[in-house]
């Protein structure tokens, strides 16, 4: 086959796997409607909500998936990726089908892993760093860390700064910035608009992990994915591409100065909470233990929903997407520092070409060089400015030969017998 009958029959494959995309909606279809919540809290919070969820109807995306395989091998890396994302996709359109009943969290569990799932190491387990860093933030109890900002500012004044961050990085591209009034989040974001929840109240962290993760990260990554002419399925994000783009959005969070304590915590106790609910907790029990950690009754409402929405509220079987945060944190953070380490800085802005997987930027390399990969056309500040990225980077990956144990062993023994520090307020 010529290079160029070739290059025609990926564009072919793409074209057709993001039109299976249009119509395998995750979050969309297992969304709740505001009246679930209003009802929860009507009755006291006392009784399981009553959620039912429309029936998924996979016989046109499963149709244009078979079509696919019949047009791939799996003897070249280029079909393997392209056949990894079919079944991605067949595995999503089955998940979809048994929302709201128990085979709905054998499929999660298959796309999205578990909270006991290994990590890149083998070793430890999203559930065993969750459980880490929750232990690590109950030790700050003794440090005054100053009163938490209180969620004031309103949802006009964030529409308001998010439409001056998105005008100025996508010009003409910028998505439509929209305050509603019925929204079961805070805030969701797309490529084409975000809209923010009238009634929601934010602080200036909020606002600034709003502009870092969804507008700088998700919607540029979504834009830079429908810029590739010859390879439509980079605009589509699907399980596969989950552990990334979330890893990306939340890595954007610390390099920008955007992530504290709470948020790092809410992060945690989203994979904690999905424990519990593997292990038979039900809504009502998962809602008390967010409510005894944070004592906000709508957001332990959302943190809550978030682990049940598609799966059974009973116990036993939760959506396992939430995992991904931490998981996705530590492989990004990883692959860009082991990128330093091995030489190959030159792949560094493939992370936002599109809607991809880290795995994958083998192959993505190898579509750039026949010319049918573009480069990413918007880049967060942070990224476009690689001297001080690979500053960074450089130096976190020389961190990496420290020998930490040993690190800790020495100023444990430094510190065993220097007392407690407690300045009274008003020292300086």
């Not at 996979?58 to 070249?76: D, F």
């Not at 106790?269 to 029990?285: C, E, N, P, Y």
């Not at 995992?323 to 953070?333: E, F, K, T």
């Amino acid at each position: 086959m010529s290079l160029e009958k070739e290059k025609q029959r990926i564009r072919d494959c793409s074209d057709l796997l993001y039109q299976a995309s249009r119509s395998i909606r995750v979050l969309s279809h297992l969304s709740w409607d505001l009246s679930i919540k209003q009802q929860f809290f009507a009755k006291g919070a006392k009784e399981l909500p009553v959620v039912s969820y429309e029936k998924y109807d996979a016989t046109k995306p499963l149709a244009i998936i078979e079509t696919v395989r019949a047009k791939l091998s799996p003897n070249n890396p280029i079909d393997q990726w392209l056949l990894g994302i079919a079944s991605d996709f067949e595995g999503t359109a089955q998940m979809l089908h048994y929302a709201g009943n128990k085979d709905f969290y054998q499929y999660s569990c298959e796309l999205y892993g578990t909270p006991k799932s290994p990590l890149l190491d083998q070793t430890n387990t999203s559930l065993g760093l969750a459980n880490q860093l929750s232990d690590l933030f109950a030790s700050f109890d003794s440090i005054d860390l100053g009163e938490p900002e209180v969620p004031a500012i309103d949802a006009d004044t964030v529409a308001a700064a998010m439409r001056k961050a998105t005008q100025s990085m996508f010009a003409e591209a910028a998505p439509e910035i929209q305050v509603v009034d019925k929204l079961s989040a805070n805030a969701l974001a797309g490529a084409k608009r975000i809209r923010i929840r009238r009634a929601a109240q934010f602080t200036d962290k909020d606002i600034q992990q709003l502009i870092h993760h969804e507008a700088y990260v998700h919607v540029a990554t979504s834009l830079n994915g429908r810029n590739q002419d010859d390879l439509k399925i980079l605009a589509s994000g699907y399980p596969g591409t989950t552990r990334t783009q979330e890893g990306l959005a939340v890595f954007a969070e610390f390099i920008t100065g955007s992530m504290d304590i709470d948020r790092m915590h809410r992060l945690a106790d989203r994979v904690i909470a999905i424990q519990m609910a593997v292990d038979g907790a039900d809504f009502l029990q998962v809602y008390q233990y967010f409510l005894d950690r944070i004592g906000d009754a709508d957001q332990s409402f959302e943190n809550t929903r978030r682990v049940f929405r598609g799966g059974v509220l009973t116990g036993g079987a939760p959506f396992t997407k939430d995992i991904v945060y931490l998981d996705g944190l530590l492989r990004v953070h990883n692959f860009m520092r082991s990128l330093v380490y091995n030489k190959r800085t030159d792949v560094l802005r493939m992370l936002f070409c599109g809607k991809l997987d880290i795995e994958n930027i083998p192959v993505l390399c190898e579509l750039a060089s026949m010319g049918l990969c573009k480069p990413a056309k918007y880049l967060p500040p942070w990224a476009s400015d690689l001297r001080f990225l690979l500053a960074y980077l450089t130096y976190s990956s020389f961190l990496n030969k420290i020998d930490l144990s040993q690190v800790n062993i020495h100023y444990q023994d430094l510190l065993q017998h220097a007392p407690i520090v407690a300045f009274s307020e008003g020292t300086g």
